[in-house]
């Protein structure tokens, strides 16, 4: 067990709607990242916050937005969701900004059918 | 842009064999090289790599990196079934807050 929470695991929803994933860090990490892995492709980075500050941004869809909470915890929230946005969501934690070794929870698995 | 590209994409050995799983990669102002292993699910930690020609060990996991021809190495000898997972190669820079992953070596292990 990594000590990072992700709910809920597995997420089915309609094309058009709207959903949040929630993460939870180790408890003490500062920072939190967001990756996509669809079916056959490697981790993608989404997005990176630090104590509540967005840091880094990847490859995130302007349908896609997430925040960090002063308890620390994030949301990424996705929406119009489209048939290509199934995928597993996973977040991960470190202890600072510097990139360092990150602990990543079990994942979302969001289908969108 | 960062690149990472991992060989090969798919490995199938017999256990008790060894393997090398490969990473090679571009990027500009290198900070680390960290090696993931990807089973069911989340990816679980192996080794972070940030010099040259220091190997770095965890029982049958070894991994080295050349900074001059960029490009990591992770082995693992006497293989078992528990061994079959993807790995995951990454890499992160300086002043560019992401990590850059490879797409993986899916590696199976035959009893």
């Known amino acids: 067990d990594s000590g990072v929470t992700q709910t809920p695991k597995h997420l089915i929803t309609a094309t058009g709607q709207r959903v949040t994933l929630r993460c939870s860090p180790r408890s003490g990490d500062l920072s939190v990242y967001w990756y996509q892995q669809s079916l056959d492709q490697g981790l993608q980075f989404l997005i990176h916050?630090?104590?509540?500050?967005?840091?880094a941004k990847g490859n995130i869809l302007e349908r896609f937005s997430a925040q960090q909470f002063p308890d620390l915890h994030s949301e990424l929230n996705l929406s119009s969701l489209e048939l290509g946005d199934s995928a597993l969501y996973f977040c991960a934690s470190s202890v600072g900004q510097g990139m360092d070794i990150q602990y990543f929870g079990a994942g979302t698995r969001l289908s969108v059918l | 842009e960062d690149k990472v590209v991992q060989s090969p994409l798919s490995l199938v050995v017999h256990e008790g064999d060894t393997v090398t799983l490969n990473c090679s990669y571009e990027?500009?102002?290198?900070?680390?090289l960290l090696w993931y292993k990807q089973e069911k699910k989340a990816p679980t930690f192996l080794f972070m790599l940030?010099?040259?020609?220091i190997e770095k060990k965890s029982g049958r996991l070894s991994s080295i990196l050349d900074k001059k021809e960029l490009f990591s190495i992770l082995n693992i000898t006497a293989t078992q079934t528990g061994d079959s997972a993807i790995y995951l190669c990454?890499?992160?820079?300086?002043?560019?807050?992401?990590?850059?992953f490879g797409t993986g070596t899916r590696l199976t292990i035959i009893p």
């Open positions: 916050y630090y104590n509540g500050e967005e840091r």
């Open positions: 940030t010099s040259s020609g």
């Open positions: 990454t890499l992160s820079n300086f002043g560019n807050e992401k990590l850059t």
């Open positions: 990027v500009t102002n290198f900070r680390s």
